[in-house]
T-cell receptor, first 114, second 114 residues
Framework: AQSVTQLDSQVPVFEEAPVELRCNYS??????LFWYVQYPNQGLQLLLK??????LVESINGFEAEFNKSQTSFHLRKPSVHISDTAEYFC????????????FGTGTLLAVQP | DSGVTQTPKHLITATGQRVTLRCSPR?????VYWYQQSLDQGLQFLIQ???????AKGNILERFSAQQFPDLHSELNLSSLELGDSALYFC?????????????FGEGSRLTVL
């Protein structure tokens, strides 16, 4: 069965510092991985996704994630964070079989401090 | 704006009552997914419908039921409500093909059971 583990429930970081949010996955089928972001009182928005091809994927707002098959990881990174990046970040893996359902990790709260 | 519409945004009701949450998917999307988000359980997949048929079932209680109508909107019915059912309920949609990957989420319906 597919699953994801987000090792950190909360990551405090100062503005303009680099950050890494960790995600490890378990999957017995082809892996499709996602990072979603949830701002306070809002729904989930797709940040980036890995379906196939290049193992490094980037988002439009400076985040990137690297698919590492040997380490079964899909860590999210940003070289310099802003106050506006404060949000909950969820890693997800697509369920196997005929469904496109996503299985989410427990989330990591990125708290950017001035 | 994801294009997925959920109503109502907020709902307060009493234990033992029944409520219906409604979801309109993005135009053209055939799949609808329901998720429950709570502090202790995180984001839990409840159920998926594809073009009116149930496609996948997750941790959905017997007191809960859902359906997708011919116009592709979906309803989640929650009955015999308990305090523990208080949560944010998300609807998501996708095109439904095998390689689409991404789910588009609505802003959620916050249910409070008193």
């Amino acid at each position: 069965a597919q699953s994801v583990t987000q090792l950190d429930s909360q990551v405090p970081v100062f503005e303009e510092a680099p950050v890494e949010l960790r995600c490890n996955y378990s999957s017995s089928v082809s892996v499709y991985l996602f990072w979603y972001v949830q701002y306070p009182n809002q729904g989930l928005q797709l940040l980036l996704k890995y379906l196939s091809g290049s193992t490094l994927v980037e988002s439009i707002n400076g985040f990137e994630a690297e698919f590492n098959k040997s380490q079964t990881s899909f860590h999210l990174r940003k070289p310099s964070v802003h106050i506006s990046d404060t949000a909950e970040y969820f890693c997800a893996v697509r369920g196997g079989g005929a469904t496109n359902k996503l299985i989410f990790g427990t989330g990591t709260l990125l708290a950017v401090q001035p | 704006d994801s294009g997925v519409t959920q109503t109502p945004k907020h709902l307060i009701t009493a234990t033992g009552q029944r409520v219906t949450l409604r979801c309109s998917p993005r135009s053209g999307d055939l799949s609808v997914y329901w998720y429950q988000q709570s502090l202790d359980q995180g984001l839990q997949f409840l159920i998926q419908y594809y073009n009116g048929e149930e496609r996948a079932k997750g941790n959905i209680l017997e007191r809960f039921s859902a359906q997708q109508f011919p116009d592709l909107h979906s309803e989640l019915n929650l009955s015999s409500l308990e305090l523990g059912d208080s949560a944010l309920y998300f609807c998501a949609s996708s095109a439904g093909g095998p390689n689409t990957g991404e789910l588009f989420f609505g802003e959620g319906s916050r249910l409070t059971v008193l």
